[in-house]
């Protein structure tokens, strides 16, 4: 394996790797593990990924740029198009892809189609069997994987849990590395995502209230950030909206007298207070965008597009 943390005097290397799979597998939480940082939102409840959010690592000669994209599944609306449309974008502009499996299942209909999207692709595939730690079965599950790939040339493949395997994970990371074509870097050194602060802060609004609302209606919820000020003493004011598509959505987010509002907002500045390093003043409002979910135009103005 070549070793470009210590080579001096190699050219550089970078490239683009999506990370795909079923709704719920880790794709986010390796893309986490694979950065050593926190860049995308994670939940218990499939989708939380909605956008091709980009982690970057960089060494002194090598570059990833991980793509963590939305979990593949049959859309119901056009906000699961746009999102399926996301996966079909990154796979078309990548170097490498790695296929993200949970091996406490065998495969459903859904990871079959994700097999039937990538099983041709001229590009390097690492299938990845996630959540090892807790998977009764996981020898038996990846050889049913591994045959949905049957005919597959050159495949990668290397079992793990996302969460507790960080050996396991830096040797994947290495071992793409190795699949980088010859380029210059893409984005500086040093950062970690292409998501403006904005969007990363508006994120772990939306992961924090994906926990805590039940049934459907976290799906129906979008985040975004409007403003960020920093006060002299460090403090950091984001004043920020969470948005839902009908009236009745409104007093659930809110809760009796407030307490669930309270609860996301209490949630996602502890996280965020733990990322800045910083005191953070955040402050929530409930807006409503009828059937936002259905509408291109309010997808696009806040920022699926």
């Not at 793990?160 to 210059?184: C, G, H, K, M, Y």
């Amino acid at each position: 394996m070549t070793d470009f943390s210590s080579r001096t005097d190699a050219p550089t290397h970078s490239g683009f790797v999506a990370i795909i799979g079923k709704p719920n597998v880790g794709k986010s939480t390796l893309l986490n593990a694979f950065l050593g940082v926190k860049v995308a939102p994670t939940s218990p409840r499939p989708q939380t990924t909605r956008k091709g959010v980009r982690g970057i690592y960089t060494t002194d000669e090598a570059q990833l740029v991980f793509v963590d994209t939305p979990g593949i599944h049959k859309p119901k609306d056009a906000m699961g198009k746009y999102m399926n449309q996301e996966v079909n974008t990154a796979l078309a502009d990548v170097d490498a892809v790695v296929w993200v499996v949970d091996l406490r299942h065998p495969p459903t209909d859904e990871d079959k189609m994700v097999a039937r999207q990538i099983r041709e692709l001229p590009k390097p595939l690492t299938l990845v069997g996630n959540k090892l730690d807790v998977a009764k079965y996981p020898d038996e599950a990846m050889k049913l994987y591994r045959a949905l790939l049957e005919g597959r040339e050159e495949l990668g493949e290397v079992m793990l849990s996302a969460q507790n395997s960080p050996a396991q994970v830096q040797a994947l990371r290495d071992q793409l590395i190795t699949e980088l074509p010859e380029n210059p870097f893409f984005f500086p050194r040093g950062a970690s995502s292409d998501q403006s602060r904005e969007q990363w802060a508006a994120e772990i609004i939306r992961e924090e209230a994906m926990k805590k609302l039940r049934d459907e209606l976290p799906y129906a919820v979008a985040t975004r950030v409007n403003t960020w000020t920093e006060r002299d003493d460090g403090l950091q004011r984001i004043e920020g909206e969470i948005i839902v598509e009908k009236n009745a959505h409104k007093g659930m987010v809110i809760g009796a007298g407030g307490k669930q509002l309270r609860e996301i907002g209490q949630a996602a500045r502890k996280q965020l207070e733990v990322f800045l390093n910083h005191k953070v003043y955040l402050g929530l409002e409930v807006i409503v965008i009828n059937g936002w979910r259905e509408d291109v135009e309010a997808l696009r103005e806040l920022g699926y597009e």
